[in-house]
């Protein structure tokens, strides 16, 4: 096959490509330059697209000796992922943006190009599995990535290969000492790669203003404090609350509910944050089953799996949980999985 | 393969190889005081009166540097500090709006961290400067202009001998970028009229890391690094010697080579330029169609990216440019283009060709061959 591999400048994407090279296919790399103002070095495990990560990944190419080119889709990396997560973030929801860039850019950007320009396929170093056009999770399990491409249609997942799904992380790491590619140790990226300092709130903060506005306990209806923005909050919160009445009960507080329109953030007790019952917007799916369906959900990047029953509701599903969920906050995605397979996903809409 | 690609570096012509690798062989620091020393000076100076005569210029008006991006940050920086030194109410550059970024950014700093203004000169749709233009843009707070000889990514020629007479006529001294121009078009220093000119090796069939700037005996030009003072106490650096041989060889024979070498890449080019539109009437043919570089043929190929051309064209082994890249190889639309009144989606559209001194028939039928096929499969891809 014709194969563009995406390599980041990280070591997943370089040894994806790499076992592509192996597999016998004609492989061309790309990195995608998502940064409009790219630094000169990395930094640390955060940040990302970094000049440093594009030479990172052209000397993979160079060793692998596959031709290399650099794709400026920073405009729509702008739009898609970071315009989306700020106004997710101002209309109280809490997003997931690597979900988004998976979605609009890797996926459908980059690989509409691919398609286009006459390769059959994008290969990526995502920690999962696709076989015979079935997502599941990684032999991995603590840096699986199914949760993040389950929200790929039929066929997006029809034109890509995951070389890695059988593979640990420090067998992949094995790999690329094996291979020399000077990767091969590099950092973990994690966080939110366009937020190089970590600091979400004050990252908000810059974009949306201050948009002061009162903290009311859920269960006497009092202003216990003020907030900043309701940006800085997202459900299931604890920290940084800032509360100057306390509780009468003395217990801890978290954040049960964010509403951005009458600026008002509501704190409760733990127990408040349980939701058995979620409602979510249109469906995609990965692999289509008839509803009503029982299978497992799993609610965000890295969280707990439930047992759940899903049945069809106006514009997308309704999931009754087998064992109650804490923190969900409309916005995050709940992806349906059958054991390790992936079946489809939908974004959260509301929650009882 | 069919590479295209000669106004981003051309293959160094065998003689200077051969006198790279001769002075490579022998010892010695051009500066020493001993046999050995006195033996690489020879072949410094012998170097510096080559370039002399075959650029117009005299001996001392050679200043030999690491290359163009040197030659071009030495005379905008230097001459401006120079000229504000003298005069401090001089302190506005004015710099055709189609300059390499090795101007275009050294003016920007300039501004940036030194106080400057600038004027950036506009250009017609073709690329041009008109004298008339920088003749209404000058006065007496201009320490310097500066205007490319010939354009690097559309081939146009710009009046170079016109607008450094404007420039004197108001006492300002004037720069030119010729990287592109030497070894393609007849470039006389002394002729031209201009106080300093930019040279560099690679484009002309000499080594990499070799370059001249010509600065006439009468410009005062402030240094922008210290040292032994080597080059009339503006550059410093010991001299590298190998390259300077090689560099003189490759001026020398590019510019006696020149008038067989113009008119043998003008029947190339304009057979490439009209089998283009012949085999995609819809390309549109940039720069100007009779002041040009032989070697340059620029299109803008509406609805597709130059970027996937690029790319669609390397795997089928021709080898081409879209114009201009930043460091991390990230495409942008060239202000060039841009600058000669283009929006973004056409000037992100555009291919350059070059041919050089090695160029023959056979690169032009090799991108022919594909180019229909390219075109078509570019078209299908979403524009940004």
């Not at chain 1, 170093?125 to 840096?143: C, F, I, N, P, Q």
Request: hydrophobic share 45%.
């Amino acid at each position: 096959m014709r194969l563009l591999a995406a390599l980041s400048g990280g070591v997943d994407s370089a040894v994806a490509a790499a076992l592509a090279v192996d597999a016998g296919h004609d492989v061309t790399a790309v990195h995608l330059a998502l940064s409009e103002a790219p630094a000169t070095l990395r930094t640390g495990s955060r940040g990302c697209c970094s000049r440093e990560d594009a030479r990172d990944a052209a000397r993979v190419a160079d060793v692998l000796e596959i031709p290399f080119y650099v794709w400026d889709l920073a405009e729509q990396f702008r739009a898609d992922v970071i315009d989306d997560f700020v106004s997710e973030y101002a209309a109280g929801r809490t997003p997931n943006p690597c979900l988004r860039c998976n979605e609009k850019v890797k996926f459908t950007a980059v690989l509409d190009r691919a398609l286009a320009l006459g390769f059959d396929a994008v290969v990526t170093g995502h920690h999962a599995r696709l076989t015979d056009g079935v997502l599941s999770r990684s032999a991995d399990e603590a840096k699986d990535q199914s949760y993040v491409l389950g929200v790929l249609t039929p066929e997006q997942l029809g034109a890509t290969v995951l070389p890695l799904g059988h593979l640990t992380k420090d067998e992949v790491r094995g790999i690329a000492r094996d291979r020399g590619l000077a990767v091969a140790d590099k950092p973990d990226s994690h966080d939110i790669c366009f937020i190089a300092d970590g600091d979400t709130a004050g990252f908000l903060r810059d974009r949306l203003g201050s948009q002061p506005g009162p903290v009311v306990d859920a269960l006497t209806g009092n202003v216990v404090g003020e907030h900043d923005g309701t940006y800085g909050y997202t459900v299931g919160q604890r920290r940084g609350l800032a509360l100057t009445v306390p509780a009468l009960d003395g217990r801890p507080r978290y954040v049960l509910s964010v509403e951005p329109v009458s600026r008002t953030v509501t704190v409760g007790p733990h127990e408040a944050l349980e939701v058995s019952t979620v409602r979510t917007g249109p469906a995609v799916w990965s692999s289509p089953r008839p509803l009503p369906l029982t299978c497992v959900v799993q609610l965000r990047a890295h969280g707990m799996v439930h047992g759940c029953l899903v049945e069809p509701a106006a514009d997308g599903w309704s999931l009754t949980l087998d064992t109650p969920a804490t923190g969900l906050a409309p916005g995050q995605t709940a992806v349906l999985y059958d054991g390790n397979a992936v079946l489809g996903s939908a974004t959260v809409l509301s929650t009882v | 393969m069919a590479y295209l690609d000669h106004a981003a570096s051309t293959p160094m012509l065998p003689e200077a190889i051969a006198a790279v690798s001769a002075a490579m062989a022998e010892p010695g620091n051009a500066s020493s005081l001993h046999a050995a020393g006195r033996r690489a000076r020879r072949t410094v100076e012998e170097s510096r009166e080559a370039v002399a005569a075959a650029l117009g210029a005299r001996p001392s008006e050679v200043l030999f540097t690491s290359g163009g991006t040197e030659s071009d940050n030495l005379a905008v920086k230097g001459i401006f500090w120079a000229r504000r030194a003298a005069d401090p109410r001089r302190t506005r550059i004015l710099a055709s709006s189609v300059e390499h970024h090795a101007v275009l950014d050294a003016v920007q700093w300039l501004v940036a961290h030194e106080g400057a203004q600038v004027t950036w000169l506009e250009v017609d749709s073709l690329g041009r400067v008109h004298p008339a233009v920088l003749q209404s843009a000058l006065g007496d707070d201009v320490a310097l202009v500066t205007v490319m000889w010939a354009n690097n990514e559309v081939g146009t020629v710009q009046p170079i001998a016109e607008l450094a007479e404007v420039a004197h006529a108001a006492g300002v001294p004037f720069h030119t970028d010729a990287v592109q121009a030497v070894g393609q078009l007849p470039v006389d220093f002394a002729a031209s009229g201009v106080d300093a000119l930019t040279v560099t090796g690679h484009k002309l069939g000499g080594p990499l890391g070799a370059g001249v700037l010509l600065l006439g005996r009468d410009v005062s030009c402030t240094p922008l690094s210290h040292g032994g003072g080597q080059e009339r106490d503006v550059r410093s650096g010991t001299f590298d010697t190998p390259a300077l041989a090689g560099l003189a060889v490759a001026t020398t024979l590019a510019c006696e080579r020149r008038p067989e070498t113009a008119r043998r890449l003008v029947t190339l080019r304009d057979d490439l330029m009209r089998r283009v539109l012949g085999a995609v009437p819809e390309a549109v043919y940039n720069g100007d169609p009779v002041d040009r570089l032989p070697g340059n043929a620029h299109f803008s190929f509406p609805g597709c990216e130059g970027d996937s051309l690029l790319l669609l064209l390397d795997a089928r082994g021709v080898e081409v440019s879209t114009g201009s890249a930043c460091s991390s190889g990230v495409a942008r639309p060239s202000h060039v283009l841009v600058a000669m009144g283009q929006d973004e989606e056409q000037a992100r559209s555009s291919l350059r060709f070059s041919l050089g001194h090695s160029s023959i028939p056979a690169d032009v039928d090799a991108l022919l061959s594909v180019l229909p096929s390219v075109v078509e499969r570019a078209r299908r891809v979403p524009v940004r």
